[in-house]
C-alpha cells in the first residue's frame, strides 16, 4: 500500500497523479484518476493506496500497459 507518510515524498505521489491526469484517455482512466484526486483532496497526506491502485495509477502515468487502453 502506497502511503505518503511512509513511502517517499508525497511531491513523488502527486507528481504520478499529475503525469497519469495528462495521460488519461479513456473514461476509466479519466475516472480513476479524478476519484483519487477527490481522495488526495478529502485526506491530504493520509491518503492511501492499495497496491492495484498504485500500479494502475504508474500504468496510466506510463502512458500504458494497462488493460483499459485501445490497442
Known sequence: MMDLNHDGPAGNWLALLAAAEANA???????????????LDAYGDRA????????????????GGFWERSA
Open 25 to 39: 484517455e479513456t473514461e476509466f482512466e479519466i475516472e480513476f484518476c479524478a476519484s483519487l484526486r477527490e481522495k
Open 48 to 63: 492511501r493506496l492499495t497496491p492495484a491502485q498504485e500500479y494502475k495509477l504508474r500504468c496510466i502515468a506510463e502512458a
